[in-house]
């Protein structure tokens, strides 16, 4: 299994011949969609999904979209499409395993609503929160991609949900509202403070899962 982190939250995962794409949205790159199969979707905020890019991918080479069923109500002409996901499901995309988590957005402030979100754990070893620190605690997660930087959490709640997953490895998520001084404070203090393989990888680095 091949990963591929682009910006902010989108990781791209082939497996078998297979594309999948996590949460491709405004701030990822656009290639990060090319000749994929499914895409899995957290939540609706546009950091995580760019219905313009999928809607064109979309028409060019159909591929199978799972989320929160809260999500059809923005994906226009998407909608249709879209296969509803709750917490605790599992099933299969682009030929890999998947599992459901959580199914709430983390508090941003008490005056902002509260919307739907999964956590994804792919093929029983990578695990994509979204915009929540749920902790899996029925399996033990291998690669865990980590929301460093958020409106809805700070570095101590970060530093704690990575302690808590306790993974082999972890890779910077939720990073694109960072300059380069803000993601040198925290990947400092992450691989300082965290006893796990952690890096930030640039967007578009590959690795082996």
Same mark, same amino acid.
């Given at each position: 299994?091949?990963?591929?982190?682009?910006? *902010? +939250?989108?990781?791209?995962?082939?497996?078998?011949? @297979?594309? %999948?794409?996590?949460?491709?949205?405004?701030?990822?790159?656009?290639?990060? %969609?090319? @000749?994929?199969?499914?895409?899995?979707?957290?939540?609706?905020?546009?950091?995580?999904?760019?219905?313009?890019?999928?809607?064109?991918?979309?028409?060019?080479?159909?591929?199978?979209?799972?989320?929160?069923? +809260?999500?059809?109500?923005?994906?226009?002409?998407?909608?249709?499409?879209?296969?509803?996901?709750?917490?605790?499901?599992?099933?299969?995309?682009?030929?890999?395993?998947?599992?459901?988590? @959580?199914?709430?957005?983390?508090?941003?402030?008490?005056?902002?609503?509260?919307?739907?979100?999964?956590?994804?754990?792919?093929?029983?070893?990578?695990? *994509?929160? @979204?915009?929540?620190?749920?902790?899996?605690?029925?399996? /033990?997660?291998?690669?865990?991609?980590?929301?460093?930087?958020?409106?809805?959490?700070?570095?101590?709640?970060?530093?704690?949900?990575? /302690?808590?997953?306790?993974?082999? /490895?972890?890779?910077?998520?939720?990073?694109?509202?960072?300059?380069?001084?803000?993601? +040198?404070?925290?990947?400092?203090?992450?691989? /300082?403070?965290?006893?796990?393989?952690?890096?930030?990888?640039?967007?578009?680095?590959?690795?082996?899962?």
């Amino acid at each position: 299994m091949r990963l591929t982190k682009y910006g *902010h +939250s989108c990781v791209r995962v082939e497996h078998d011949g @297979g594309v %999948l794409v996590i949460d491709p949205g405004v701030f990822s790159e656009p290639e990060a %969609l090319d @000749g994929v199969d499914a895409v899995l979707i957290t939540h609706e905020h546009p950091d995580h999904v760019n219905v313009p890019a999928l809607a064109e991918r979309h028409e060019d080479r159909p591929f199978a979209l799972y989320g929160p069923a +809260s999500l059809a109500s923005m994906l226009d002409g998407l909608a249709d499409v879209l296969a509803p996901v709750e917490a605790g499901a599992e099933f299969t995309a682009a030929g890999v395993p998947v599992r459901a988590y @959580g199914g709430r957005h983390a508090v941003i402030h008490p005056d902002i609503p509260v919307i739907d979100n999964l956590a994804y754990l792919v093929d029983d070893r990578v695990y *994509h929160p @979204g915009d929540s620190l749920v902790v899996p605690d029925d399996v /033990r997660v291998d690669t865990l991609f980590l929301p460093i930087h958020a409106p809805w959490t700070k570095f101590s709640e970060s530093l704690d949900f990575l /302690r808590a997953v306790a993974p082999r /490895r972890a890779y910077a998520l939720h990073d694109g509202l960072l300059n380069d001084n803000g993601l +040198s404070v925290l990947n400092s203090n992450f691989t /300082r403070m965290a006893d796990v393989d952690y890096r930030r990888l640039e967007p578009g680095t590959r690795v082996n899962a």
